[in-house]
């Protein structure tokens, strides 16, 4: 696991730019460091070792030393690749899987990500075509990015890379702000740093000598081979044995590996079939004299299946006082109030290993989500009210906004890429335009996603809604902060579930093994069922809860947000007063904590990244001078 850094054709940049960039990401890569350099390219690596740990040493190069390699990541069925490798002569002098993608390029070129199953984000520069190649993985878990304004063109793992850069120029993407504020992400390639773009999940770009950079899909994920005569008990027996496979094939690691731990079904079931294999210490996060924590559930299943847990705690002024800081590592804003509890487990667990297997993925591939399953009422409403009574009703119950019934009736005369509550997340369209400084920015949520609806437009809502989740959700918002609070800890996260041989399987499964009418991930629970005690399986989800509603309400907290409220990029961007009336309105009991905390973090962000626009008061000054 790793970082890696490069750019291409910069004559006059000082020879230790590429030091520079590659220290920024030192977090990724504390064990080592090494660089490439000719006269078109230059390349950095930061390495932690966690296979073959005397060798793999990157930048890598092929038997005639025309291509360069940095990788980031794990290939989890390199040893297969490598017996292919062999039988067309290559000669393999180390044994870690980097070998097997510098070798596997020169032999299928791009092709080779049809045969990669991992995590891992790559790129290669090849000599001889002065070009550069870049891949990431399937469902996006390892990050890159590149910059590409037309005459300079850099690429890394993380964006604070590029601002050690000369010929980088850092602006904000302020047309981005309102994506930001309606998803907490952007779920496109685009960034909030205008021409820095992300390499989307199963795409690779090759930068070419004139300057030109394309761009192709090798994956995407597809429910094109749903199979209705699957049956739940079949398909948890299926289930049950990808899951097991899927989990030796991620325990490999010359290092030792340990696991997240919470009181829900996805993280449980993973660490139960890794016990199987060894003992595994677990790792669990919780609040002290808390509702919201969860270690007593934790705690007792590690008891029960006879492994060693390992409590950790945090604060409101834990949470509070590192914000600022995940703001610097997350690169872009994100507001989901979990990472900050994932950030001090993942520095809790780094203390005792240097890997950690996780649950994520399951609520997308399985339909563990609540909301999946508010399609039947709509899907009924829709099967049995004409479209245009629909619009009529949804129209006049917009104008008397008391009406018990009134949000079922509105959203019922929406397609459902409007309706869809991650569209629109945190801010609709017209709360943007209350908050927004220049309403005249504010675009269509709907409309900027709903090319994944049309993706999947003739298949049910529910199946939609997964889909949708899979291809946003999953790497904008769960991968993006699993990765980012975990390598600014130096600990490598794998995620069993997130998985291209569980996302084939996950594809094949019709609605009514995935969601019922009352009971999510039902073919998942099954399979945890015959492993797990019934308490376990059949858990409701909670996510990954936190007392921060309530935090915001007392001090010395809200001064904080009140201080952020009131600051001068609150001024620079919002309507204040709109902002101190959300608050107030949380205050006084009406629930408006994730609206809260995305302007709040957004200021951090900005604060952090953007100081030569502000005063910073809100983020003090070792945080400041990180930038």
């Known amino acids: 696991m790793c970082g890696f850094v490069g750019y291409v054709n910069q004559k006059d940049v000082p020879t230790n730019t590429i030091n520079s960039m590659a220290d920024r990401i030192k977090h990724r890569g504390p064990d080592d460091e090494a660089f490439f350099h000719d006269e078109q390219a230059v390349m950095g690596f930061r390495r932690l070792s966690i296979i073959d740990l005397a060798h793999g040493k990157q930048p ?91 005459e300079t063109f850099l690429w890394a793992s993380e964006i604070k890379a590029f601002l050690e850069h000369p010929n980088f120029k850092k602006e904000f993407n302020e047309a981005l702000l309102p994506i930001h504020l309606s998803f907490e992400f952007i779920p496109s390639r685009d960034t909030m740093f205008k021409n820095v773009y992300k390499v989307l999940p199963g795409q690779y770009f090759i930068h070419h000598a004139n300057g030109e950079t394309e761009t192709h899909r090798y994956y995407k994920f597809n429910y094109d081979h749903i199979d209705n005569s699957q049956t739940v008990e079949e398909d948890a027996k299926k289930i049950r044995g990808i899951v097991d496979e899927s989990v030796k094939t991620h325990m490999i690691a010359d290092v030792e590996v340990g696991s997240f731990l919470s009181s829900g079904i996805d993280s449980s079931y993973v660490l139960n079939e890794a016990s199987k294999l060894k003992p595994i210490q677990s790792f669990s996060l919780g ?199 975990s390598m600014a800890n130096s600990l490598e996260v794998r995620t069993p579930l997130v998985d291209k041989e569980v996302a084939k399987f996950a594809a094949t499964m019709p609605v009514k093994t995935r969601i019922h009418t009352d009971e999510t991930k039902v073919s998942l629970r099954a399979a945890a069922e015959a492993e797990l005690p019934e308490r376990v399986a059949k858990k409701e989800k909670m996510g990954f809860p936190s007392p921060i509603a309530t935090w915001i309400k007392t001090e010395p907290y809200k001064s904080r947000i009140i201080e952020a409220f009131n600051s001068d990029v609150a001024q620079k961007f919002f309507n204040t007063d709109a902002l101190m009336d959300i608050l107030h309105e949380h205050i006084n009991g009406k629930s408006s904590m994730q609206k809260i905390f995305t302007i709040y973090t957004f200021i951090l962000w900005y604060e952090v990244y953007f100081p030569e626009d502000t005063t910073a008061k809100t983020v003090d000054l070792v945080h400041r001078t990180q930038i």
Not at 105 to 127: E, H, N, Q, T, V
Request: hydrophobic share 35%; no cysteine.
């Open 60 to 150: 890598m190069y092929n038997r005639d030393q025309t291509k360069v390699l940095t990788f980031n990541g794990e290939i989890y069925n390199y040893q297969e690749i490598r017996a292919d490798l062999q039988k067309l002569g290559y000669e393999f002098q180390t044994d870690v899987d980097s070998e097997v993608l510098i070798h596997g390029y020169d032999a299928w070129g791009p092709k080779l990500l049809d045969r990669l199953r991992g995590m891992y984000a790559f790129a290669i520069y090849d000599k001889t075509k002065n070009e550069v190649f870049g891949a990431r993985d399937h469902f996006g878990i390892k990050p890159m990015y590149y910059y590409d304004d037309g």
């Open 287 to 485: 609040f002290k004299n808390s509702k919201y924590s969860e270690l007593s559930w934790s705690t007792e299943f590690a008891k029960e299946i006879k492994q060693k847990n390992t409590p950790l705690y945090m604060t409101g002024d834990d949470y509070f006082d590192i914000l600022p800081t995940i703001m610097y590592y997350m690169d872009e804003p994100l507001s989901n109030p979990s990472a900050m509890q994932l950030y001090y487990l993942s520095k809790g667990t780094r203390e005792s290993v240097k890997v950690a297997l996780s649950g994520e993925g399951a609520d997308e591939f399985f339909g563990g989500y609540n909301t999946y399953l508010e399609a039947i009422p709509f899907e009924r409403y829709q099967k049995w009210v004409p479209k245009g009574i629909r619009k009529m009703l949804g129209g006049i119950a917009e104008k008397f906004p008391r009406f018990h019934g009134r949000r079922f009736l509105v959203r019922g005369a929406q397609p459902l890429s409007e309706r869809y509550y991650r569209v629109n997340y945190v801010f609709d369209y017209h709360d943007r335009n209350k908050i927004l400084k220049n309403p005249s920015l504010n675009q269509d949520a709907g409309a900027y996603t709903k090319h994944f609806f049309d993706d999947v437009k003739g298949l049910d809502e529910m199946t939609q809604m997964q889909y949708f989740d899979i291809n946003t959700w999953l790497p904008y918002d769960i991968l993006h902060k699993a990765d980012r609070m």
